[in-house]
């Protein structure tokens, strides 16, 4: 029988990556991410995983891409610093096609910044931080639950196609306390990556070229093959032609692009009628939600999108409730990052109103609600 536990959501990411089958964890302690590796070293061995505190992010990364590789479901968790330190090893992971996942909990910054307060800055830095173009699969909860079922849905995703997926919360999602219902562990979807049957003939990198995701076989089970992050063809071997690169990283990008539909997850909140739409993501979203039905109480037609799923961003979903918006607010601890993606996004139907907070404090209600009624009139 599903169960109810009183459970911040660090913990609630750490249950949600075992139900997904994590079995092998790297990592260093970042505040305030720390939970998910004092968690995953205490709770790993009891279901034969393994653990190990790294000496930085940079080996953190690089040696769940090892583990991954070997077969085994990986996963590292870091703030800000640490993200920023893992973006090489992240760019190797998308060109090879090694699923991980990265659990981000987000901090104040630039650099050490406010260790324990909240923000909401990795956005960009998530979908361009490494270098050159990238699949990129980035998810945000917005609740202690949405944290168990966004690291199992990332795991799924990662494996599904594989590629890295950035689980992005921040300090109040991670450290908020919530009673949360969990399914039994034997009721959630799993999802594992397809392998081949046998070691004769396979090609790793062999796949239909409108967005087909390659077979993975497990280093250290009768196969050998070469991993690299140069271009590569079938094969894995290196190849500096130009149309074997051109093939590659379109067929990366479109595993992504043409499973947009299934891959991106959002919540609405009166958006039927809605002149005032706000669009918002984890922690900033629960104040943002708190101002709009206090708006629609007082007689405002306000409305909310909610991002689960922040990247790949989704475009046509905006598009279709902004298009009778008087305005689009866009609430979030930072200064108008995922606000770039709703103007672009938007463009000229309405105008958008960027509430950007970066003091290291979590939005209050009523500074969305001022600005919803500012843009009501």
């Keep these: 029988m599903p169960s109810a536990k009183l459970m911040q959501g660090n913990e609630a990411c750490t249950i949600g990556a075992l139900v997904a089958g994590l079995e092998f964890y790297a990592g260093y302690p970042i505040t305030p991410s720390t939970e998910i590796a004092e968690l995953c070293s205490e709770e790993l061995p009891k279901v034969g995983g393994k653990f190990v505190q790294m000496e930085d992010e940079i080996g953190s990364i690089a040696a769940i891409i090892g583990a991954s590789l070997t077969g085994k479901k990986s996963m590292t968790a870091t703030s800000g610093p640490g993200f920023s330190l893992m973006q090489e090893s992240l760019g190797y992971a998308s060109e090879t096609e090694v699923p991980v996942v990265i659990i981000n909990v987000q901090r104040m910054g630039p650099s050490t910044g406010m260790p324990t ?220 990052q995922l606000a770039y993606e709703v103007e672009r996004t938007v463009g000229c139907r309405a105008p958008v109103v960027r509430i950007g907070k970066v003091n290291g404090d979590l939005f209050r209600p009523d500074e969305i609600h001022d600005k919803i009624m500012e843009a009501a009139k």
């Design 117 to 336: 307060s909240p923000a909401q800055g990795d956005v960009m830095q998530a979908r361009w931080g490494t270098h050159g173009d990238h699949p990129v699969i980035a998810l945000a909860p917005g609740n202690v639950k949405e944290c168990f079922d966004l690291t199992v849905r990332a795991f799924n995703l990662a494996e599904e196609y594989r590629v890295p997926v950035i689980v992005l919360t921040d300090e109040v999602i991670g450290h908020m306390r919530e009673k949360v219902l969990l399914p039994d562990w034997e009721d959630v979807k799993v999802v594992d990556r397809a392998r081949p049957t046998a070691p004769g003939g396979y090609r790793p990198y062999e796949a239909d070229l409108d967005g087909g995701v390659p077979l993975m076989a497990p280093f250290g089970q009768g196969y050998r093959w070469h991993v690299t992050g140069l271009f590569h063809d079938e094969t894995g071997f290196p190849s500096g032609k130009a149309d074997v690169a051109d093939r590659l990283l379109r067929r990366l990008d479109r595993k992504i692009t043409k499973n947009e539909k299934v891959i991106r997850d959002y919540v609405t909140e009166s958006v039927e009628d809605c002149e005032i739409l706000v669009v918002s993501f984890g922690s900033s979203a629960m104040s943002a939600l708190s101002a709009v039905r206090r708006a629609r109480r007082e007689g405002v037609k306000a409305g909310m999108l909610r991002l689960k799923t922040i990247w790949p961003f989704p475009d046509e979903v905006l598009k279709d409730l902004s298009r009778n918006a008087k305005a689009v607010l866009v609430p979030e601890m930072n200064l108008g």
